[in-house]
């Protein structure tokens, strides 16, 4: 990945609506918090609040805007015509999840512009997000955030060494939230009972292009937790949870972007990053097993499917290539995004549903059952800082990083009878 492209302090963002992508910055006196509601957009407001009749445009005029004028950042210049004709046709206008509310005053903020898994929910009430290097935790219950890891003074104050840490990727588990940072490091929360534990400090590598990309939480071999880590060093690392202590080191040939194991064989992990071939690596040896082979830019995005047999890679070429383990000659589908590179994938835990995020405006649902050929698209402004399904996959997050218009998409599954209406 490219560390020199954008480092941001904490008091910035990225936003889609900047004058490099040549977009108009929206601009306007509503309250930031002037949420929305369900019943608010069933009467016709728009669900992240934006006053189109007061700003003078159309939605669907604004749209057309960005679908000409937003630049997809590459490594490797393809022309996306070499693309079309391999993608799958998809049907877009199935509505699996319906919106629930959106919260303005859930804010959040973006390190990298290559790094979108900033948002993790460990309940179908409960999200982290980053915002300003401060994790924040959101409950839908009582619609309130609060501050649970503030990495922007805490870690200076601390006295512990840690210098500036900037959160550039999150994970989580019930009672685990895992950070990595720009400079090769990562911070591990955990919460007990009792009472909540200090936060704990590992540095990954001392490479001054160490980034880290991506963190997962994941078992080993032997049912023990650990985090597996993607740095720009060229390595994956694979460190003891509970003593954060590094257990596995292996290099690569370039900057790695993300990995992730096998929910069903931790021997099996996928390794992508700034090579247009996907690996997947046996965790023990390091040995590369199979090369995966269809992509054209840089990978920054793979998720495991449920039974471990499904393999979704996303790349900087607008594509998810989706993979069967048993039969890994090539890719079975191609799914295409509207703008831009494939930054985050998603399946739910119920293997029902793949979610995949494009840098800015666009979310794609799609139906595992149908073969990936049924869709939701969820058509949205702003900068993606991350999805998640909840834990029970009855709950659909979306985090907007925007100037003004930063907030936390919800929505809830058709078959959800949530007992609570929003006014």
């Known amino acids: 990945m490219d560390a020199e492209y954008e480092l941001l302090d904490d008091h910035a963002s990225v936003s889609a609506d900047s004058d490099d992508d040549g977009i108009e910055v929206f601009s306007d006196d509503d309250d930031q918090n002037d949420d929305t509601t369900a019943v608010e957009a069933r009467n016709g407001k728009d669900i992240q609040g934006i006053p189109w009749r007061?700003?003078?445009?159309?939605?669907?005029?604004?749209?057309?805007?960005?679908?000409?004028?937003?630049?997809?950042?590459?490594?490797?210049?393809?022309?996306?015509?070499?693309?079309?004709?391999?993608?799958?046709?998809?049907?877009?206008?199935?509505?699996?999840?319906?919106?629930?509310?959106?919260?303005?005053?859930?804010?959040?903020?973006?390190?990298?512009?290559?790094?979108?898994?900033?948002?993790?929910?460990?309940?179908?009430?409960?999200?982290?997000?980053?915002?300003?290097?401060?994790?924040?935790?959101?409950?839908?219950?009582?619609?309130r955030s609060s501050p649970v890891l503030d990495l922007s003074t805490a870690a200076r104050a601390s006295g512990a060494g840690w210098g500036h840490f900037q959160v550039c990727t999150l994970c989580s588990k019930p009672g685990l939230i895992v950070a990595?940072?720009?400079?090769?490091?990562?911070?591990?929360?955990?919460?007990?009972?009792?009472?909540?534990?200090?936060?704990?400090?590992?540095?990954?590598?001392?490479?001054?292009?160490?980034?880290?990309?991506?963190?997962?939480?994941?078992?080993?071999?032997?049912?023990?937790?650990?985090?597996?880590?993607?740095?720009?060093?060229?390595?994956?690392?694979?460190?003891?949870?509970?003593?954060?202590?590094?257990?596995?080191?292996?290099?690569?040939?370039?900057?790695?972007?993300?990995?992730?194991?096998?929910?069903?064989?931790?021997?099996?992990?996928?390794v992508a990053g700034d090579d247009p071939d996907v690996l997947l690596v046996d965790s023990c040896s390091g040995k590369t097993t199979h090369s995966l082979k269809g992509h054209l830019d840089y990978s920054f995005a793979a998720a495991w499917h449920p039974d471990g047999q499904v393999l979704a890679t996303g790349n900087q070429d607008t594509t998810t290539r989706l993979w069967d383990i048993r039969h890994m000659g090539s890719a079975f589908a191609t799914l295409k995004g509207r703008?831009?590179?494939?930054?985050?994938?998603?399946?739910?835990?119920?293997?029902?549903?793949?979610?995949?995020?494009?840098?800015?405006?666009?979310?794609?649902?799609?139906?595992a059952a149908s073969g990936y050929s049924k869709s939701q698209e969820i058509d949205l402004?702003?900068?993606?800082?991350?999805?998640?399904?909840?834990?029970?996959?009855?709950?659909?997050?979306?985090?907007?990083?925007?100037?003004?218009?930063?907030?936390?998409?919800?929505?809830?599954?058709?078959?959800?009878?949530h007992p609570r209406v929003l006014m």
């Open 54 to 143: 007061r700003l003078g445009l159309t939605r669907e005029d604004y749209r057309e805007t960005r679908l000409q004028n937003y630049k997809n950042y590459v490594n490797v210049d393809v022309p996306l015509d070499m693309i079309k004709d391999e993608c799958k046709e998809v049907d877009k206008g199935h509505a699996f999840y319906d919106f629930y509310c959106n919260s303005r005053g859930v804010r959040s903020s973006i390190v990298h512009f290559q790094l979108r898994n900033l948002l993790c929910a460990t309940s179908k009430h409960d999200v982290y997000v980053n915002y300003r290097n401060c994790i924040m935790h959101y409950s839908d219950m009582t619609r």
């Open 180 to 270: 990595g940072g720009f400079h090769g490091d990562m911070v591990i929360k955990r919460f007990s009972a009792a009472a909540d534990e200090a936060p704990a400090y590992c540095r990954v590598t001392n490479s001054d292009n160490g980034i880290t990309n991506g963190v997962q939480l994941c078992e080993s071999t032997s049912g023990a937790q650990q985090i597996l880590t993607s740095n720009n060093d060229s390595a994956v690392r694979l460190f003891d949870a509970s003593s954060l202590k590094m257990a596995t080191k292996f290099d690569f040939p370039w900057a790695v972007n993300y990995s992730t194991s096998n929910p069903l064989n931790p021997k099996m992990m996928c």
């Open 339 to 367: 703008i831009g590179a494939i930054r985050s994938l998603r399946f739910s835990d119920n293997g029902k549903y793949l979610a995949m995020a494009e840098p800015a405006d666009f979310v794609h649902i799609y139906d």
């Open 381 to 417: 402004f702003g900068e993606i800082a991350g999805c998640a399904f909840s834990p029970d996959s009855e709950t659909f997050f979306v985090s907007i990083s925007d100037v003004t218009y930063s907030s936390l998409l919800q929505f809830h599954h058709k078959s959800n009878l």
